[in-house]
């Protein structure tokens, strides 16, 4: 590997250590063996090199599970499943799922990190989309992964917050699963909206 690898390796290790706040870049210098004048050449800031290492690691949790989904694409049972998957890794020691919450609630403290997982929040309703859709990442249109993926961002989101408030009263993925049912049958049974049916 060469310099710009080894940083990375080396600040995933930090962040899984320290967190975000807590990691200095002589920290990251360490734990990769390389130089401070490396993360500047490679990333241009530690904060750039934590965000992108903190994406690196979101990138190798395996929400798909060990033995893949096996639901049809689109149905509830491929919800829980993927759910499932997302909740697992939830319950983990040492949870990446934490870093969320520290960049949730550092957010003004880490403009640079903030602002490059910003961006790359629609990644990550693509690839949910196509997860739970069963759909090759590349299918999902910018469109749909501002919409139906920002959706479960928000999900992914609220439920990593739940979880790393208090995990005895954080629902799982029946209940999610159970939650979105009921949201469909109200807006099955509900009249329709005579404006919405002329569009």
């Known amino acids: 590997m060469g310099h710009r690898e080894?940083?990375?390796?080396?600040?995933?290790?930090?962040?899984?250590?320290?967190?975000?706040?807590?990691?200095?870049a002589r920290d990251i210098v360490k734990a990769s063996g390389t130089n401070l004048a490396s993360?500047?050449?490679?990333?241009?800031?530690?904060d750039a090199l934590l965000a992108q290492a903190y994406v690196a690691l979101v990138e190798d949790v395996p929400?798909?599970?060990?033995?893949?989904?096996?639901a049809a694409p689109g149905s509830l049972e491929r919800f829980r499943e993927v759910w499932s998957n997302v909740v697992d890794s939830l319950r983990e020691p040492g949870s990446i799922w934490r870093l969320s919450v520290e960049i949730l609630a550092m957010g003004d403290q880490l403009p640079e990190v903030r602002d490059q997982l910003s961006r790359a929040q629609r990644e990550a309703g693509r690839g949910l989309v196509a997860l739970l859709m069963g759909?090759?990442?590349?299918?999902?249109?910018?469109?749909?992964?501002?919409?139906?993926?920002?959706?479960?961002?928000?999900?992914?989101t609220g439920l990593i917050s739940q979880w790393t408030f208090d995990p005895k009263t954080a629902p799982d993925a029946e209940a999610l699963t159970e939650g979105l049912r009921q949201v469909m049958a109200a807006a099955n049974s509900a009249p329709q909206d005579p404006d919405s049916a002329e569009g």
Do not use: N
């Open 6 to 24: 080894d940083l990375l390796e080396g600040a995933k290790r930090c962040l899984l250590e320290k967190g975000f706040v807590r990691t200095t």
């Open 63 to 70: 929400l798909a599970g060990s033995a893949g989904i096996g």
């Open 39 to 46: 993360i500047g050449y490679h990333y241009g800031s530690k």
């Open 135 to 156: 759909v090759p990442e590349e299918e999902v249109s910018d469109g749909t992964a501002d919409t139906l993926g920002r959706f479960y961002v928000t999900l992914m």
